[in-house]
Every structure is written in structure tokens, then in C-alpha cells.
């Protein structure tokens, strides 16, 4: 790949692509986007993948968009692989097509949706409809076959529906409107295309789904008028997810090589961007796999017949082969090897010992033990149970081969129905665990967001995170604020525009031993999307950038290094939690500031003051620093209210409180502590005399400047006094308060008398 430059790592030019997916989590998006992981890892590529959108703003899916897009075309990625087709669901094709066009020039693969100017990897869909439908039609005599279809301009949907149309002229069935229902590749749109037909007397006999969320959804609804599937009402999906195994009943359905798009999208861009020219389409194939929900009978049922029937009798080698065959289909692809050096053998023992268990009276649960032993070996490297199913059922089929004799025979089939249920309670305690496993893990990560929604401190919010993440798979981190002020970090989306800077808030990176609270001291620059050191540089990284957000206001960004079985939920969970954590927290502090805060003046209150002039009192006790208090006094206010109103004293206060932040510095802490009174505390250098003489100089000078400048109908005065901590010396906040009022209030008496009031 020599010609790629732009997206590689400076360190060992490893190529940076970016993933656009529209929700991590989603069924279909979910499998799809592990395929591209697992494929990038192998290729040695950094891959980060930009979400943009959230579960929970489905009604506005085009505000994360711009922000995502944005992000794309700063953060320096070689090329883009976006999930096309998941965009158009809910966005039209149009929209689609912009986005990838605001891009740029960065190359780009798009997925499941024909664009202009991109290649695309999809799958066979009209192929895979067609079949359904002739399954439908030829094997269980269907005749009023209902289409839910998917979003209108939706170029797979609309290639699936154009196939159930001309499945039905090859078929010669009449296309009937009322059959075709109007969908979105929902669950909704399934329970409604059944609900419309019932309610409206439609007979129909099954239900094909433009995808499976859709079959799910028309199942659901069939159950709930107590319509059983497939007796009554068979029911076919697109896609193959993987709850489409596991649902009840289990879906018959169209399967996409999910797994295989996420991969094939990535060979693309990536040859793409080694030749520098334009690639073609990939089309990968989609077949029909068939389950109860047609009307159909697993694998496993219809093998589960009586071995007492006529079979050939084949010689060792030739089952030995046939049970190999067999199996084959059944490894995992990137385990298979290991498997091929010592299958074979490992079969072959498991049948020497039930011919020993079978004809020798003085053993004992020697095959049982053989396949325990057999489930234990290779439970890492394939999915075992089934594997060893049709072990079992092969060898019981063809048990005159090994055993002659029939009490032989009979002692084999006890033995193996033994096994049977021995692998049974194998798979029952397999998924228990797993069961088990899954809930102390959902029970972490809901903790883990519970901490978090619970915790009004920005503080708190880190802890809890550089805490748990080690926990739940979550190796590196990056929390960032954009460089805004920090009272308020959002950015109303209406407002969006990138921000050149970002504020970085936790750097976490287990491996490194990094937790870096750096609470937006530390300043990088946005597209950057981490300072320097904290991510990972010496492996392919694999990255999930998500928008920290509320309501359509922007105030950040996570960033989550993903690590193999971390359930992609959590992201998106995590993500919502932190960013209403924050939120609150902005709003707690702003709460707190308000209410530190005199709302005449803008200066501190007497709250704020005490809480703000201990931790610098605290500060200058700790650096051995001297520090003074001011105490001033608003002359003549009463005078002021009785003879011109309240509105003009409030003036005067307004007034006296601007005198003093400009006689003061912009780092002194300058309060109203109530009425007339006024306060000011300052770290000082060198002596404290000559500091109040400068002070109080400074003072006379800017109300002079203040009368001349405001021609109100009286002149601005004000009296000060002050009291000091000199370094080494130890005395309250409230002892310096009371001295400088004392001396302030001494010399406002002395110039009373010297005016002869």
C-alpha cells in the first residue's frame, strides 16, 4: 500500500480509515460493523468509527450528521467506509448521497446503498426473495403471500419488493395491492401491516418482511390475537441477525453475510486506496435459510429419528469420512486448521471407545467420559455441542458398522442416548453461564451508569469512569470539551461550527498506567481528537468517536478504545449517561455560581466571598504568602435613596462596585457582602502599608475620574479600611473581616468629624 500517505501513522505507516455508522447497536449495523473490526485488526489498520446518531433522537437524525461529517473531513483519515444504506432508512437516499459528497475528495465505500461516484458492497437481495418466495409457493403451497415493504427510494428495499413481484408472475399468482403494506425496517411496521390486514378481513396465509425487525414485529402481533406461526400464518425476514436463531419461533429468513459486507467494504477502500483508481461494485451472495417460522423443521428435529430403520453398512474409514464431511461446515472458519490436524484422530477415538464401553462389561462410562473430554478440548475453538450432536446421531445411525452383535448394539444405543443427554446438560450449563456471565456484566455497566447519572461533579463523573472502564472492557479513553467558556460549553446545533480546540477532561489509557484529570487545563486541537501520548501508536487501534450532547446542544466528545466482546450497547448507553452527567453538572455549578453571585452588581455575595476567600486564604497560609483584606462602605446611601429613589441608590451601588474592580486587580476577589458594604481580599508582595497606601491612592483617583465622567446629581464617595495576614502568621477570615470593618469604620467617623457632622 505505498501509495497511501494521507491517514497513516507517522511511526509505522499504518493506514486510518474511518466508519461512519449511523447506530452502533443497531441489529443489522451491529454484526456488519464487527466483521469491518475483526477484518482490520487482522490488516493491521487503525480504524475509528464516528456514530452518528443516538437511540435517543430518532425523531432528528440529521443533526449528528453535520457534526460527524465535520469530524470526518478534519481528522486526517485515509479514506471512508459509511453505512450507506442504515443513513438512507430514515434519512432518503438524497440524503445519503449529500453527506458522502460533503466529504470531500477522502475516497469512500459505502454499504448496502447504490451512490454516485462510490462504490458499494451489497448483497444479491433480489436473489434471496425470489428463493423465499419459492419456497413459500413450491414447498408449503402459499398462495397469499403479504409484502412488508421498506422505505420508498430505499434501493434494497425496493430491489427486494421488485423481486417478490416477479416471483409471483413466474408463479403465476395475481399481484394484489391490498397484500403490500408500506414499512420502514421496524418492528412497528411489522405489527401494523398485521394489524391493517385483520382489521380489514384481508385473508392472507404468510408474510414476507423487507427485513427482519419487520418479521419480528408482524410475529408479535400474530401472537397477540392468539395466531400461531406457522400453522396458521407463516412469516419470513431479510437479513439473518442473530436473534433471528433464537426467536421464537426461529425465523426463517434471507441470510446476509454480515460479517462478510463489513470485511469486503474494507478490501475495498483499501485497494482502492493502494491503486488510486476507482473500484468495482461487490455483490456478495445472500441465501435462504429456512426455519419454523415457515412452516419448516430444524436440522436437529428431523435428524432425531429412530436409528432402528435399514441403513448401508459402511466400512470404519468410509463413516469416519462421512462423519468428517459432516463437521466440516459446522467449525469456525478461522479455527478450522487447528481442527484439520486432529479431528479425524480425535473421532476416531470417540468410536473405539463406545465399541470398548459396548462389548467389554468391565468398563465403565468410558465413552461418556471421551466426550466430556471432547466437549472440554474444543470448546474454544468451535461452537462444540453441535458438533458432537451429529457425532452421536452418526454413530447411532450406522452402529451395525462398528458393533455386529445385537446386544452389542443395544448397549451402543443406551450408551449413546447417555451421551445425548450428557451434551444436552452440556449446552444447558453452557448457556447459563453465558446467561450468568451476561448479567454480572449488564449489572457492572448499569452500575457503571448509575455512578455516573448520580454524580453532579464533573470529578465525580471522572472517577467513576476511569474506575469502571477496566471492568467493563474499556481499556483508553478520551473525555473532551470543546473550548468554549467554561461555564458553558455547549454549542446549539442550529450554531454548529467545528471548534478549533478542544479541552481535554480525563486521558485514560490502562496500559500505559495513564489517568489524567486534566480538568480542560490541558488544550489540543479538535481534529486532533486526543493530545499526544494517551492513545494507542504501537498496535491497530480500533476507536468509537461519539458527539457528547443534550437536547441539540454540543459540549464535547467520548472516545472509547472497543476491545473484542464488549457489547456494543454500552457505548451508546455510556455515552447518554456521561452527557446528561455533565450537563447537570454545568447546570449545578452555574446554579451554584448564580447563587454565589450578588445579582445587582455581578461581584460576589457574602456566600461567595466567605467560600471563595477561604480557599485563597487556605492558598497563601500553604505558599507562605502574605495576604490583605479591604473593607469599603458606599457613603451617604440613605441620603442618596431619600432624595433621589431607590433606582438611583441602586445606581450608586452599581457605581461603587465598577470603582473597585478597577482599582483592584482582575485576580482579587472583590465582593457585596450586603446593603452598602463592600469587600476585597488579594494575596500580596512586599509590605502591607505600602500596598493600602497604593490602594487607597488608586481608589481616590478612579472615583474622581467616576464623578467627572457620570455628572450624577451627587458625588460618589466611599470609605476603606484594612487588615492583613502577614506570611507565618495564622488568623480566620472572619478576625481579618471584623478588623477592617472596625478601621474602615473609624475613619468614616473621623471624616464625619472633620466635616463637623
Known sequence: MTQISKGESAQNKRPRIGVVVDALHESYQSPVWLGLSRAAEEMDVNLISFIATSQDRVDSFDVHYNIIADFVRKSDVAGVIVFAGSMAEHRGMSFSEDFCNSLGDVPIVCLSAKLANAPTVMVENGVGIHAMMAHFIQVHGYRNIVFVKG????????????????ALTEHELPFRSELVISGTF???????AVRRLLENNIPFDAVIAVDDASAFGAIAELKRRNIHVPTKVAVAGFDDVPLSQMHM???????????????QALLALLERLKTGKDVADVILPAEPVFRRSCGCFSHGVRGARSNTRAEAILDRATLLNAMVDEIQPLLRSETSSEWDTHLRDDVDALIDKLVADATDAQTEDVFLNEVDFFLFKYAALADVVPVMQVIIQELGTHIKTVLHRPTHRSQAADILQQAGALVREHRLRIVEDQHYQADMFQLTIRETSQNIITSFEVRRVLDTISDAFPKIRINSAVLALYNQNSRNPGI???EWSFPRNARLLLGFNQRKGIVNYNRGQQVFETAALAPDGILESDKANNYIFMPLFFHDEHFGFMLFEYQEGAPLFMFEELRLHVSSSLKSSFLMRELKNQSMLDELTGLQNRRGFVS?????LDVAILNGQSLMLFYADLDGLKRINDTWGHEEGDRAIRGAASVLCETFREQDLIARIGGDEFTAILIVNGSPEMVEARIMERLGRVIEKYNRTHHASYALSMSM?????????????????????DIMMERKRAAKAARGQ
Open 186 to 192: 421496524s418492528e412497528r411496521s411489522g405489527r401494523d
Open 151 to 166: 422505505p420508498e427510494g430505499h434501493s434494497e428495499a425496493e430491489t427486494r419488493f421488485r423481486a417478490y413481484c416477479d
Open 492 to 494: 446549539s446545533a442550529t
Open 612 to 616: 471563595q476567600g477561604q480557599k485563597l
Open 249 to 263: 419461533p426461529p425465523l426463517s429468513t434471507v441470510r446476509q453475510p454480515l460479517d462478510a459486507l463489513g470485511r
Open 721 to 741: 479600611g484594612a487588615s492583613a495576614i502577614l506570611a507565618g502568621t495564622s488568623r480566620t477570615l472572619d478576625e481579618i473581616m471584623r478588623e477592617a470593618d
